[in-house]
């Protein structure tokens, strides 16, 4: 049957000798210590634990746990662990203010070109130069405004004004509302993500949050690790670190080779059991969510707080292998790469349109104030013939002064202000009606792109059905059942058979749990074809408890994990009279051809 690959934890008798230093809160590690550990990999990594903790097992009591029973899931404990360890949760970058939403808003160019035309719009019409003529200096009436037209002339700039504080607050509202519902979502969506561990002896499903260091945990096929952890005991395990390391090769891990297990990356083939020594802000995905700004803000905060503390050591978040200094020198780094928020099609066009417009605006307000000047000094200095006289020069500039005023009244009118209201209301609406529709629209600009598309591709299962599947027909001792056979029409041979197959031959994380209300289907806890499989030995009247408490997993002799090149999951056992058993489940085109 091959060699042995169901790999577990060796006992050194260097670790029962070992003494055993107390820490904080009476545990044998510090954080500092654990989180150096998770720094090591390979060999390097195994020679480490060996060599202050003597093997895994060592590792288990430093930290107060069973590597079979897990944690006692008693609350003071758990409190104690996340006090001294911290929490597997990585705090969010901070959401932006109204206030800085109100200011982004403003950055518009559209805005910016209202705000200039309204600024110099209210500032003219409050300019009142003394309008007294003479003889000498002539009566042009070029310009001249009647005085009730010169009283209302700061209303076309009080218009423009409101109009632009209506669309900031709008636009900033409407963001601030979605990032807070979103933030919402997000937090109720993580509060739903469990994962397997053992306490008390028992598996139970927690919030990944809920995670503390000392938890023994269940890994399998398809799991997302949520914490950083070192291996107990495992069959064929394979890990994709390339969201970490960026190399695509699956690496296999073993408690007698590489036991180091690191939180964010994918279980790719086989099972095991591993103790969390690392979680949150902690583990080697927090620290790099920490140096990519993820809590940046509060990081510097520390930085500041631990310099000015004498002689005391900061748990800061730090590259590995590298110094402070650098790590400031990367978030600065950062933060000055960070793009600046791209525009939609739409936003885009409408931009560029507001710029012609207001170019245009522009040349029309200078061929107008052009025109007014030519016209003035032809008929005063030309038709009337008169000179310019020194006390004339403030009646002149009078004029002049009127006939820009007469070219910034047609830039303003040019400027389509309306514009950018009309879109940012009619944006909000259809954003309002979605919600109405439980769909919702983080920013404004998604619903351009979502007019956009043609098609929507979706996965079936899970995602356009209930992901609960069934056993509806079955082919059981050369004969086609169309539904659930009765216990009778079976052998009691075919029907041990069958119990033992499923039972043994499917992950033992997965498993049927009574309903949670009355009349509800029971609960189905992990891969869903196994589940159904399950549900296919309860409705047989058997049960696979007791078959899994008689073989427990680490007594199975091989596993060979489902994968989607092999397409079949495989367990081999030893038999009462010394020889070896296989369970093999898959798809059919594979297992009949062997």
Not at 141 to 154: I, L, Q, R, V
Not at 190 to 211: C, D, H, M, S
Request: charged share 25%; glycine share 8%; with cysteine.
């Amino acid at each position: 049957m091959g060699d042995v690959a169901n790999s577990s934890i060796e006992f050194h008798p260097k670790a029962q000798q070992q003494r055993e230093a107390p820490h904080a809160g009476g545990f044998g590690c510090t954080l500092a210590e654990l989180r150096s550990l998770m720094e090591l990999r390979g060999a390097e990594a195994l020679q480490k634990v060996q060599e202050a903790y003597g093997d895994v097992g060592g590792l288990c009591r430093r930290l107060k746990t069973s590597p079979t029973e897990g944690l006692a899931d008693n609350p003071s404990d758990l409190e104690k662990r996340r006090q001294i360890y911290g929490q597997n949760f990585i705090p969010p970058k901070q959401p932006k203010t109204f206030l800085q939403l109100v200011w982004e808003a403003l950055q518009d160019v559209t805005l910016i070109i209202l705000e200039v035309a309204a600024i110099v719009s209210l500032g003219l019409s409050f300019y009142a130069p003394p309008g007294e003529e003479s003889e000498a200096c002539g009566n042009v009436s070029a310009g001249a405004e009647d005085e009730g037209e010169a009283e209302a002339g700061w209303i076309e700039g009080a218009a423009i004004l409101l109009s632009v504080i209506c669309v900031v607050l709008v636009t900033a509202f409407n963001d601030w509302s979605k990032e807070k519902q979103f933030r919402g979502l997000q937090s109720r969506i993580e509060q739903e993500q469990k994962f397997t561990v053992i306490r008390n002896g028992q598996l139970l499903q927690v919030p990944v949050a809920a995670l503390v260091v000392g938890d023994i945990a269940q890994v399998k096929y398809g799991d997302l690790l949520p914490a950083d952890g070192v291996l107990i005991q495992g069959n064929d395990l394979k890990i994709d670190e390339s969201s970490l390391t960026g190399e695509s090769d699956h690496v296999r891990k073993s408690a007698d080779k590489d036991p180091m297990l690191l939180s964010g990356t994918h279980v790719m083939e086989g099972s095991g059991r591993m103790v969390v020594t690392a979680v949150g802000v902690n583990s080697q995905t927090g620290i790099i969510f920490t140096l990519l700004g993820a809590g940046g803000e509060e990081e510097e905060k520390k930085d500041k707080k631990a310099k000015k503390q004498d002689g005391a050591v900061a748990m800061e978040m730090q590259p590995l292998k590298s110094a402070e200094g650098g790590e400031m020198e990367e978030r600065e780094k950062k933060k000055a790469n960070v793009p600046k928020k791209e525009k939609s099609v739409l936003q885009g066009k409408l931009t560029k349109l507001a710029v012609q417009i207001g170019k245009a605006g522009l040349l029309m307000s200078a061929v107008t104030v052009i025109i007014l000047v030519v016209y003035f000094v032809i008929e005063t200095f030309v038709v009337d013939g008169r000179a310019w006289l020194a006390e004339c020069t403030p009646v002149y500039v009078q004029y002049f002064v009127k006939f820009f005023i007469i070219g910034v009244t047609v830039l303003v009118v040019a400027v389509p202000e309306g514009l950018p209201l009309a879109v940012t209301i009619s944006l909000a609406y259809s954003v309002k009606k979605m919600m109405k529709d439980n769909n919702l629209v983080r920013h404004l600009d998604a619903c351009e792109t979502m007019g956009n598309a043609t098609a929507i591709c979706s996965d079936k299962t899970g995602t356009l059905t209930t992901n609960r599947m069934t056993v509806v027909q079955s082919y059981l001792g050369d004969t086609h059942y169309k539904e659930i056979p009765a216990p009778s029409a079976l052998t009691p041979k075919i029907l041990d058979l069958l119990v033992h197959a499923i039972s043994i031959n499917s992950a033992y994380t997965t498993k049927i749990l009574p309903p949670e209300k009355e009349g509800a289907l029971p609960r189905q806890v992990g891969n869903k074809t196994e589940c159904a499989l399950l549900g296919f030995i309860l409705d047989l009247k058997q049960d696979f408890q007791p078959v899994r408490e008689q073989i427990p997993e680490d007594k199975l002799h091989k596993v060979y994990t489902f994968n989607s090149v092999r397409k079949s999951m495989s367990t081999v056992i030893r038999t009462p009279d010394g020889g070896f058993r296989l369970f093999s489940k898959g798809a059919s085109e594979i297992l009949l051809k062997k």
